[in-house]
């Protein structure tokens, strides 16, 4: 199968015979903002290693590349992108995966007293996945519920107040569904509930970042041919169980830009909220 995250370098070597033209070489630094002329696709760099250089562009998009000569283009001038050289002591990206300014290194803050509560183990570890630098650096632990039926319990147990707030993020959240009614019974000045409108989290993820042009329909229950959606998203890749597909799936997504903006929009202000 093609390995969806590289681009075809369609200036790699082969072909032509001609003599080779030299062209400058250039650190792949983060920041810098190149172009790669075999796609015309431009940006800035966020990331480089040994397989290729990732470039995210004005719109969020991200794209890998990889090197080759003469295969980008800096302030209009033809360069070789190579691997910057490693700095001393550990090296920290320009960016974290959710696309926050890196700080400098050092141990998680203290555990906040303010908790996310997400669906499922699938949620906590894709928010771990894409924030996760961001949730040790400010110190909130994302903590599974296994549903949300008895989400007014969980919050009367959570006893939220002003410095102990509370974020929930709800899959399908939206107008007429169960999810709705259940979170419109929760009021309280300091838990805040967002959500995306998907059946479920892996659907947040772009179908870009899993090589599909899009997830497949799967008919409800009491429809003909219906099914859970899940069993049937199983059922539509091949997968034997649950847990291998999402391995699959949480495998493609490397920074917010894998997902689906409303899932990035929902996690922010939950963010935000916890710590304003």
């Not at 409800?220 to 847990?243: D, L, M, Q, Y």
């Amino acid at each position: 199968m093609k390995d969806w995250r590289y681009t075809q370098d369609v200036l790699a070597a082969g072909g032509s015979r001609r003599r080779a033209v030299n062209h400058p070489e250039r650190p792949a630094d983060p920041g810098l903002a190149v172009a790669h002329r075999g796609s015309d696709f431009a940006g800035r760099i966020v990331s480089a290693d040994s397989a290729g250089v990732r470039i995210r562009d004005a719109f969020g998009r991200s794209r890998v590349f990889r090197y080759g000569v003469g295969a980008f283009e800096v302030a209009g001038e033809i360069v070789t992108l190579v691997r910057p050289r490693a700095a001393p002591g550990p090296a920290r990206p320009a960016l974290t995966a959710s696309g926050s300014r890196a700080g400098p290194q050092g141990p998680a803050q203290v555990a906040r007293a303010s908790r996310v509560y997400v669906e499922g183990v699938h949620d906590a570890e894709l928010l771990e996945k894409v924030w996760g630098d961001d949730l040790r650096h400010l110190g909130i632990v994302v903590e599974p519920m296994d549903g949300i039926d008895d989400l007014a319990v969980l919050v009367d147990a959570f006893r939220p107040g002003p410095r102990r707030r509370l974020g929930i993020l709800v899959d399908h959240l939206v107008a007429g569904s169960k999810e709705q009614r259940i979170a419109a019974a929760v009021r309280h000045p300091d838990v805040l509930i967002t959500g995306h409108p998907y059946v479920d989290v892996w659907q947040a993820v772009r179908p870009k970042a899993l090589g599909i042009p899009a997830w497949p329909s799967i008919p409800k229950p009491g429809e003909p041919g219906g099914r859970p959606w899940k069993e049937g998203i199983c059922a539509a890749f091949g997968a034997s169980e649950p847990g291998a597909l999402w391995r699959r799936i949480l495998a493609g997504v490397h920074d917010f830009t894998d997902l689906e903006p409303e899932m990035v929009g929902a996690v922010e202000r939950l963010l935000d909220f916890l710590t304003e």
